[in-house]
């Protein structure tokens, strides 16, 4: 009986380090990177139409739709820093971005215009080509994949201040601080990577720069 008990135990060890091996297993992503403006953000789209589904859960996902202290300007209208997005500030699961409008109304615009809604649903943050591009690459190039995002809605390419030119534009390195970030994650983890897509979309307001 004392054998058999210890070759219970030993046997019981076995699996548990197994499951932690499997925890811990190396995997190799191909990282999709996608940026761009209001069109990328996803304005005016409904998280309701793009139901998720279980693997969406095995994909890397990390978005910023929205940096606090930006003045968006669009034509008629301000929106200052008190909107509302979900950041995400670590690696999470594949999903559509939602958020609300807290405010931030020029006096004008309150009077003239009704608030981004509808359903309930703030359609000025949702999602872009992101989410059907990451299930089809997964489903037909590689089974590992990591979603970086970074989309600010209201921005300008040509106009000043040139927020997303490189070197020293505001958005362009904080862009660059998201991905950073997100990969060396990926590498402390014991994973590799190799970026595969670079995805712009550019919003309609600005489709003249």
Not at 49 to 77: S, W, Y
Not at 173 to 196: C, F, P, V, W
Request: glycine share 8%; hydrophobic share 35%; aromatic share 10%.
């Amino acid at each position: 009986m004392k054998y058999l008990s210890i070759a219970i135990l030993v046997a019981m060890a076995s699996i548990f380090c197994a499951d932690a091996g499997e925890k811990k297993k190396k995997l190799h992503y191909h990282v999709l990177l996608f940026a761009g403006q209001s069109n990328m953000v996803g304005m005016r789209s409904d998280p309701r139409a793009l139901p998720l589904n279980e693997n969406d859960r095995k994909i890397k996902f990390a978005c910023v739709t929205f940096l606090p202290g930006i003045t968006v300007c669009r034509p008629g209208h301000t929106i200052e820093g008190s909107t509302l997005a979900r950041n995400t500030d670590k690696w999470e699961t594949l999903r559509p971005m939602r958020g609300a409008i807290e405010g931030g109304w020029a006096e004008s615009d309150k009077q003239t215009r009704k608030p981004w809604f509808h359903d309930g649903y703030a359609n000025s943050w949702g999602y872009g080509p992101e989410i059907q591009c990451a299930r089809r690459w997964q489903k037909e190039v590689w089974e590992n994949v990591a979603v970086i995002k970074y989309a600010i809605g209201g921005t300008r390419l040509a106009t000043p201040p040139a927020r997303w030119n490189a070197p020293g534009g505001q958005l362009y390195a904080d862009m660059l601080t998201l991905i950073r970030k997100r990969l060396n994650e990926l590498t402390e983890q014991g994973h590799s990577y190799e970026i595969k897509l670079l995805a712009w979309c550019q919003g309609e307001s600005d489709r003249c720069s």
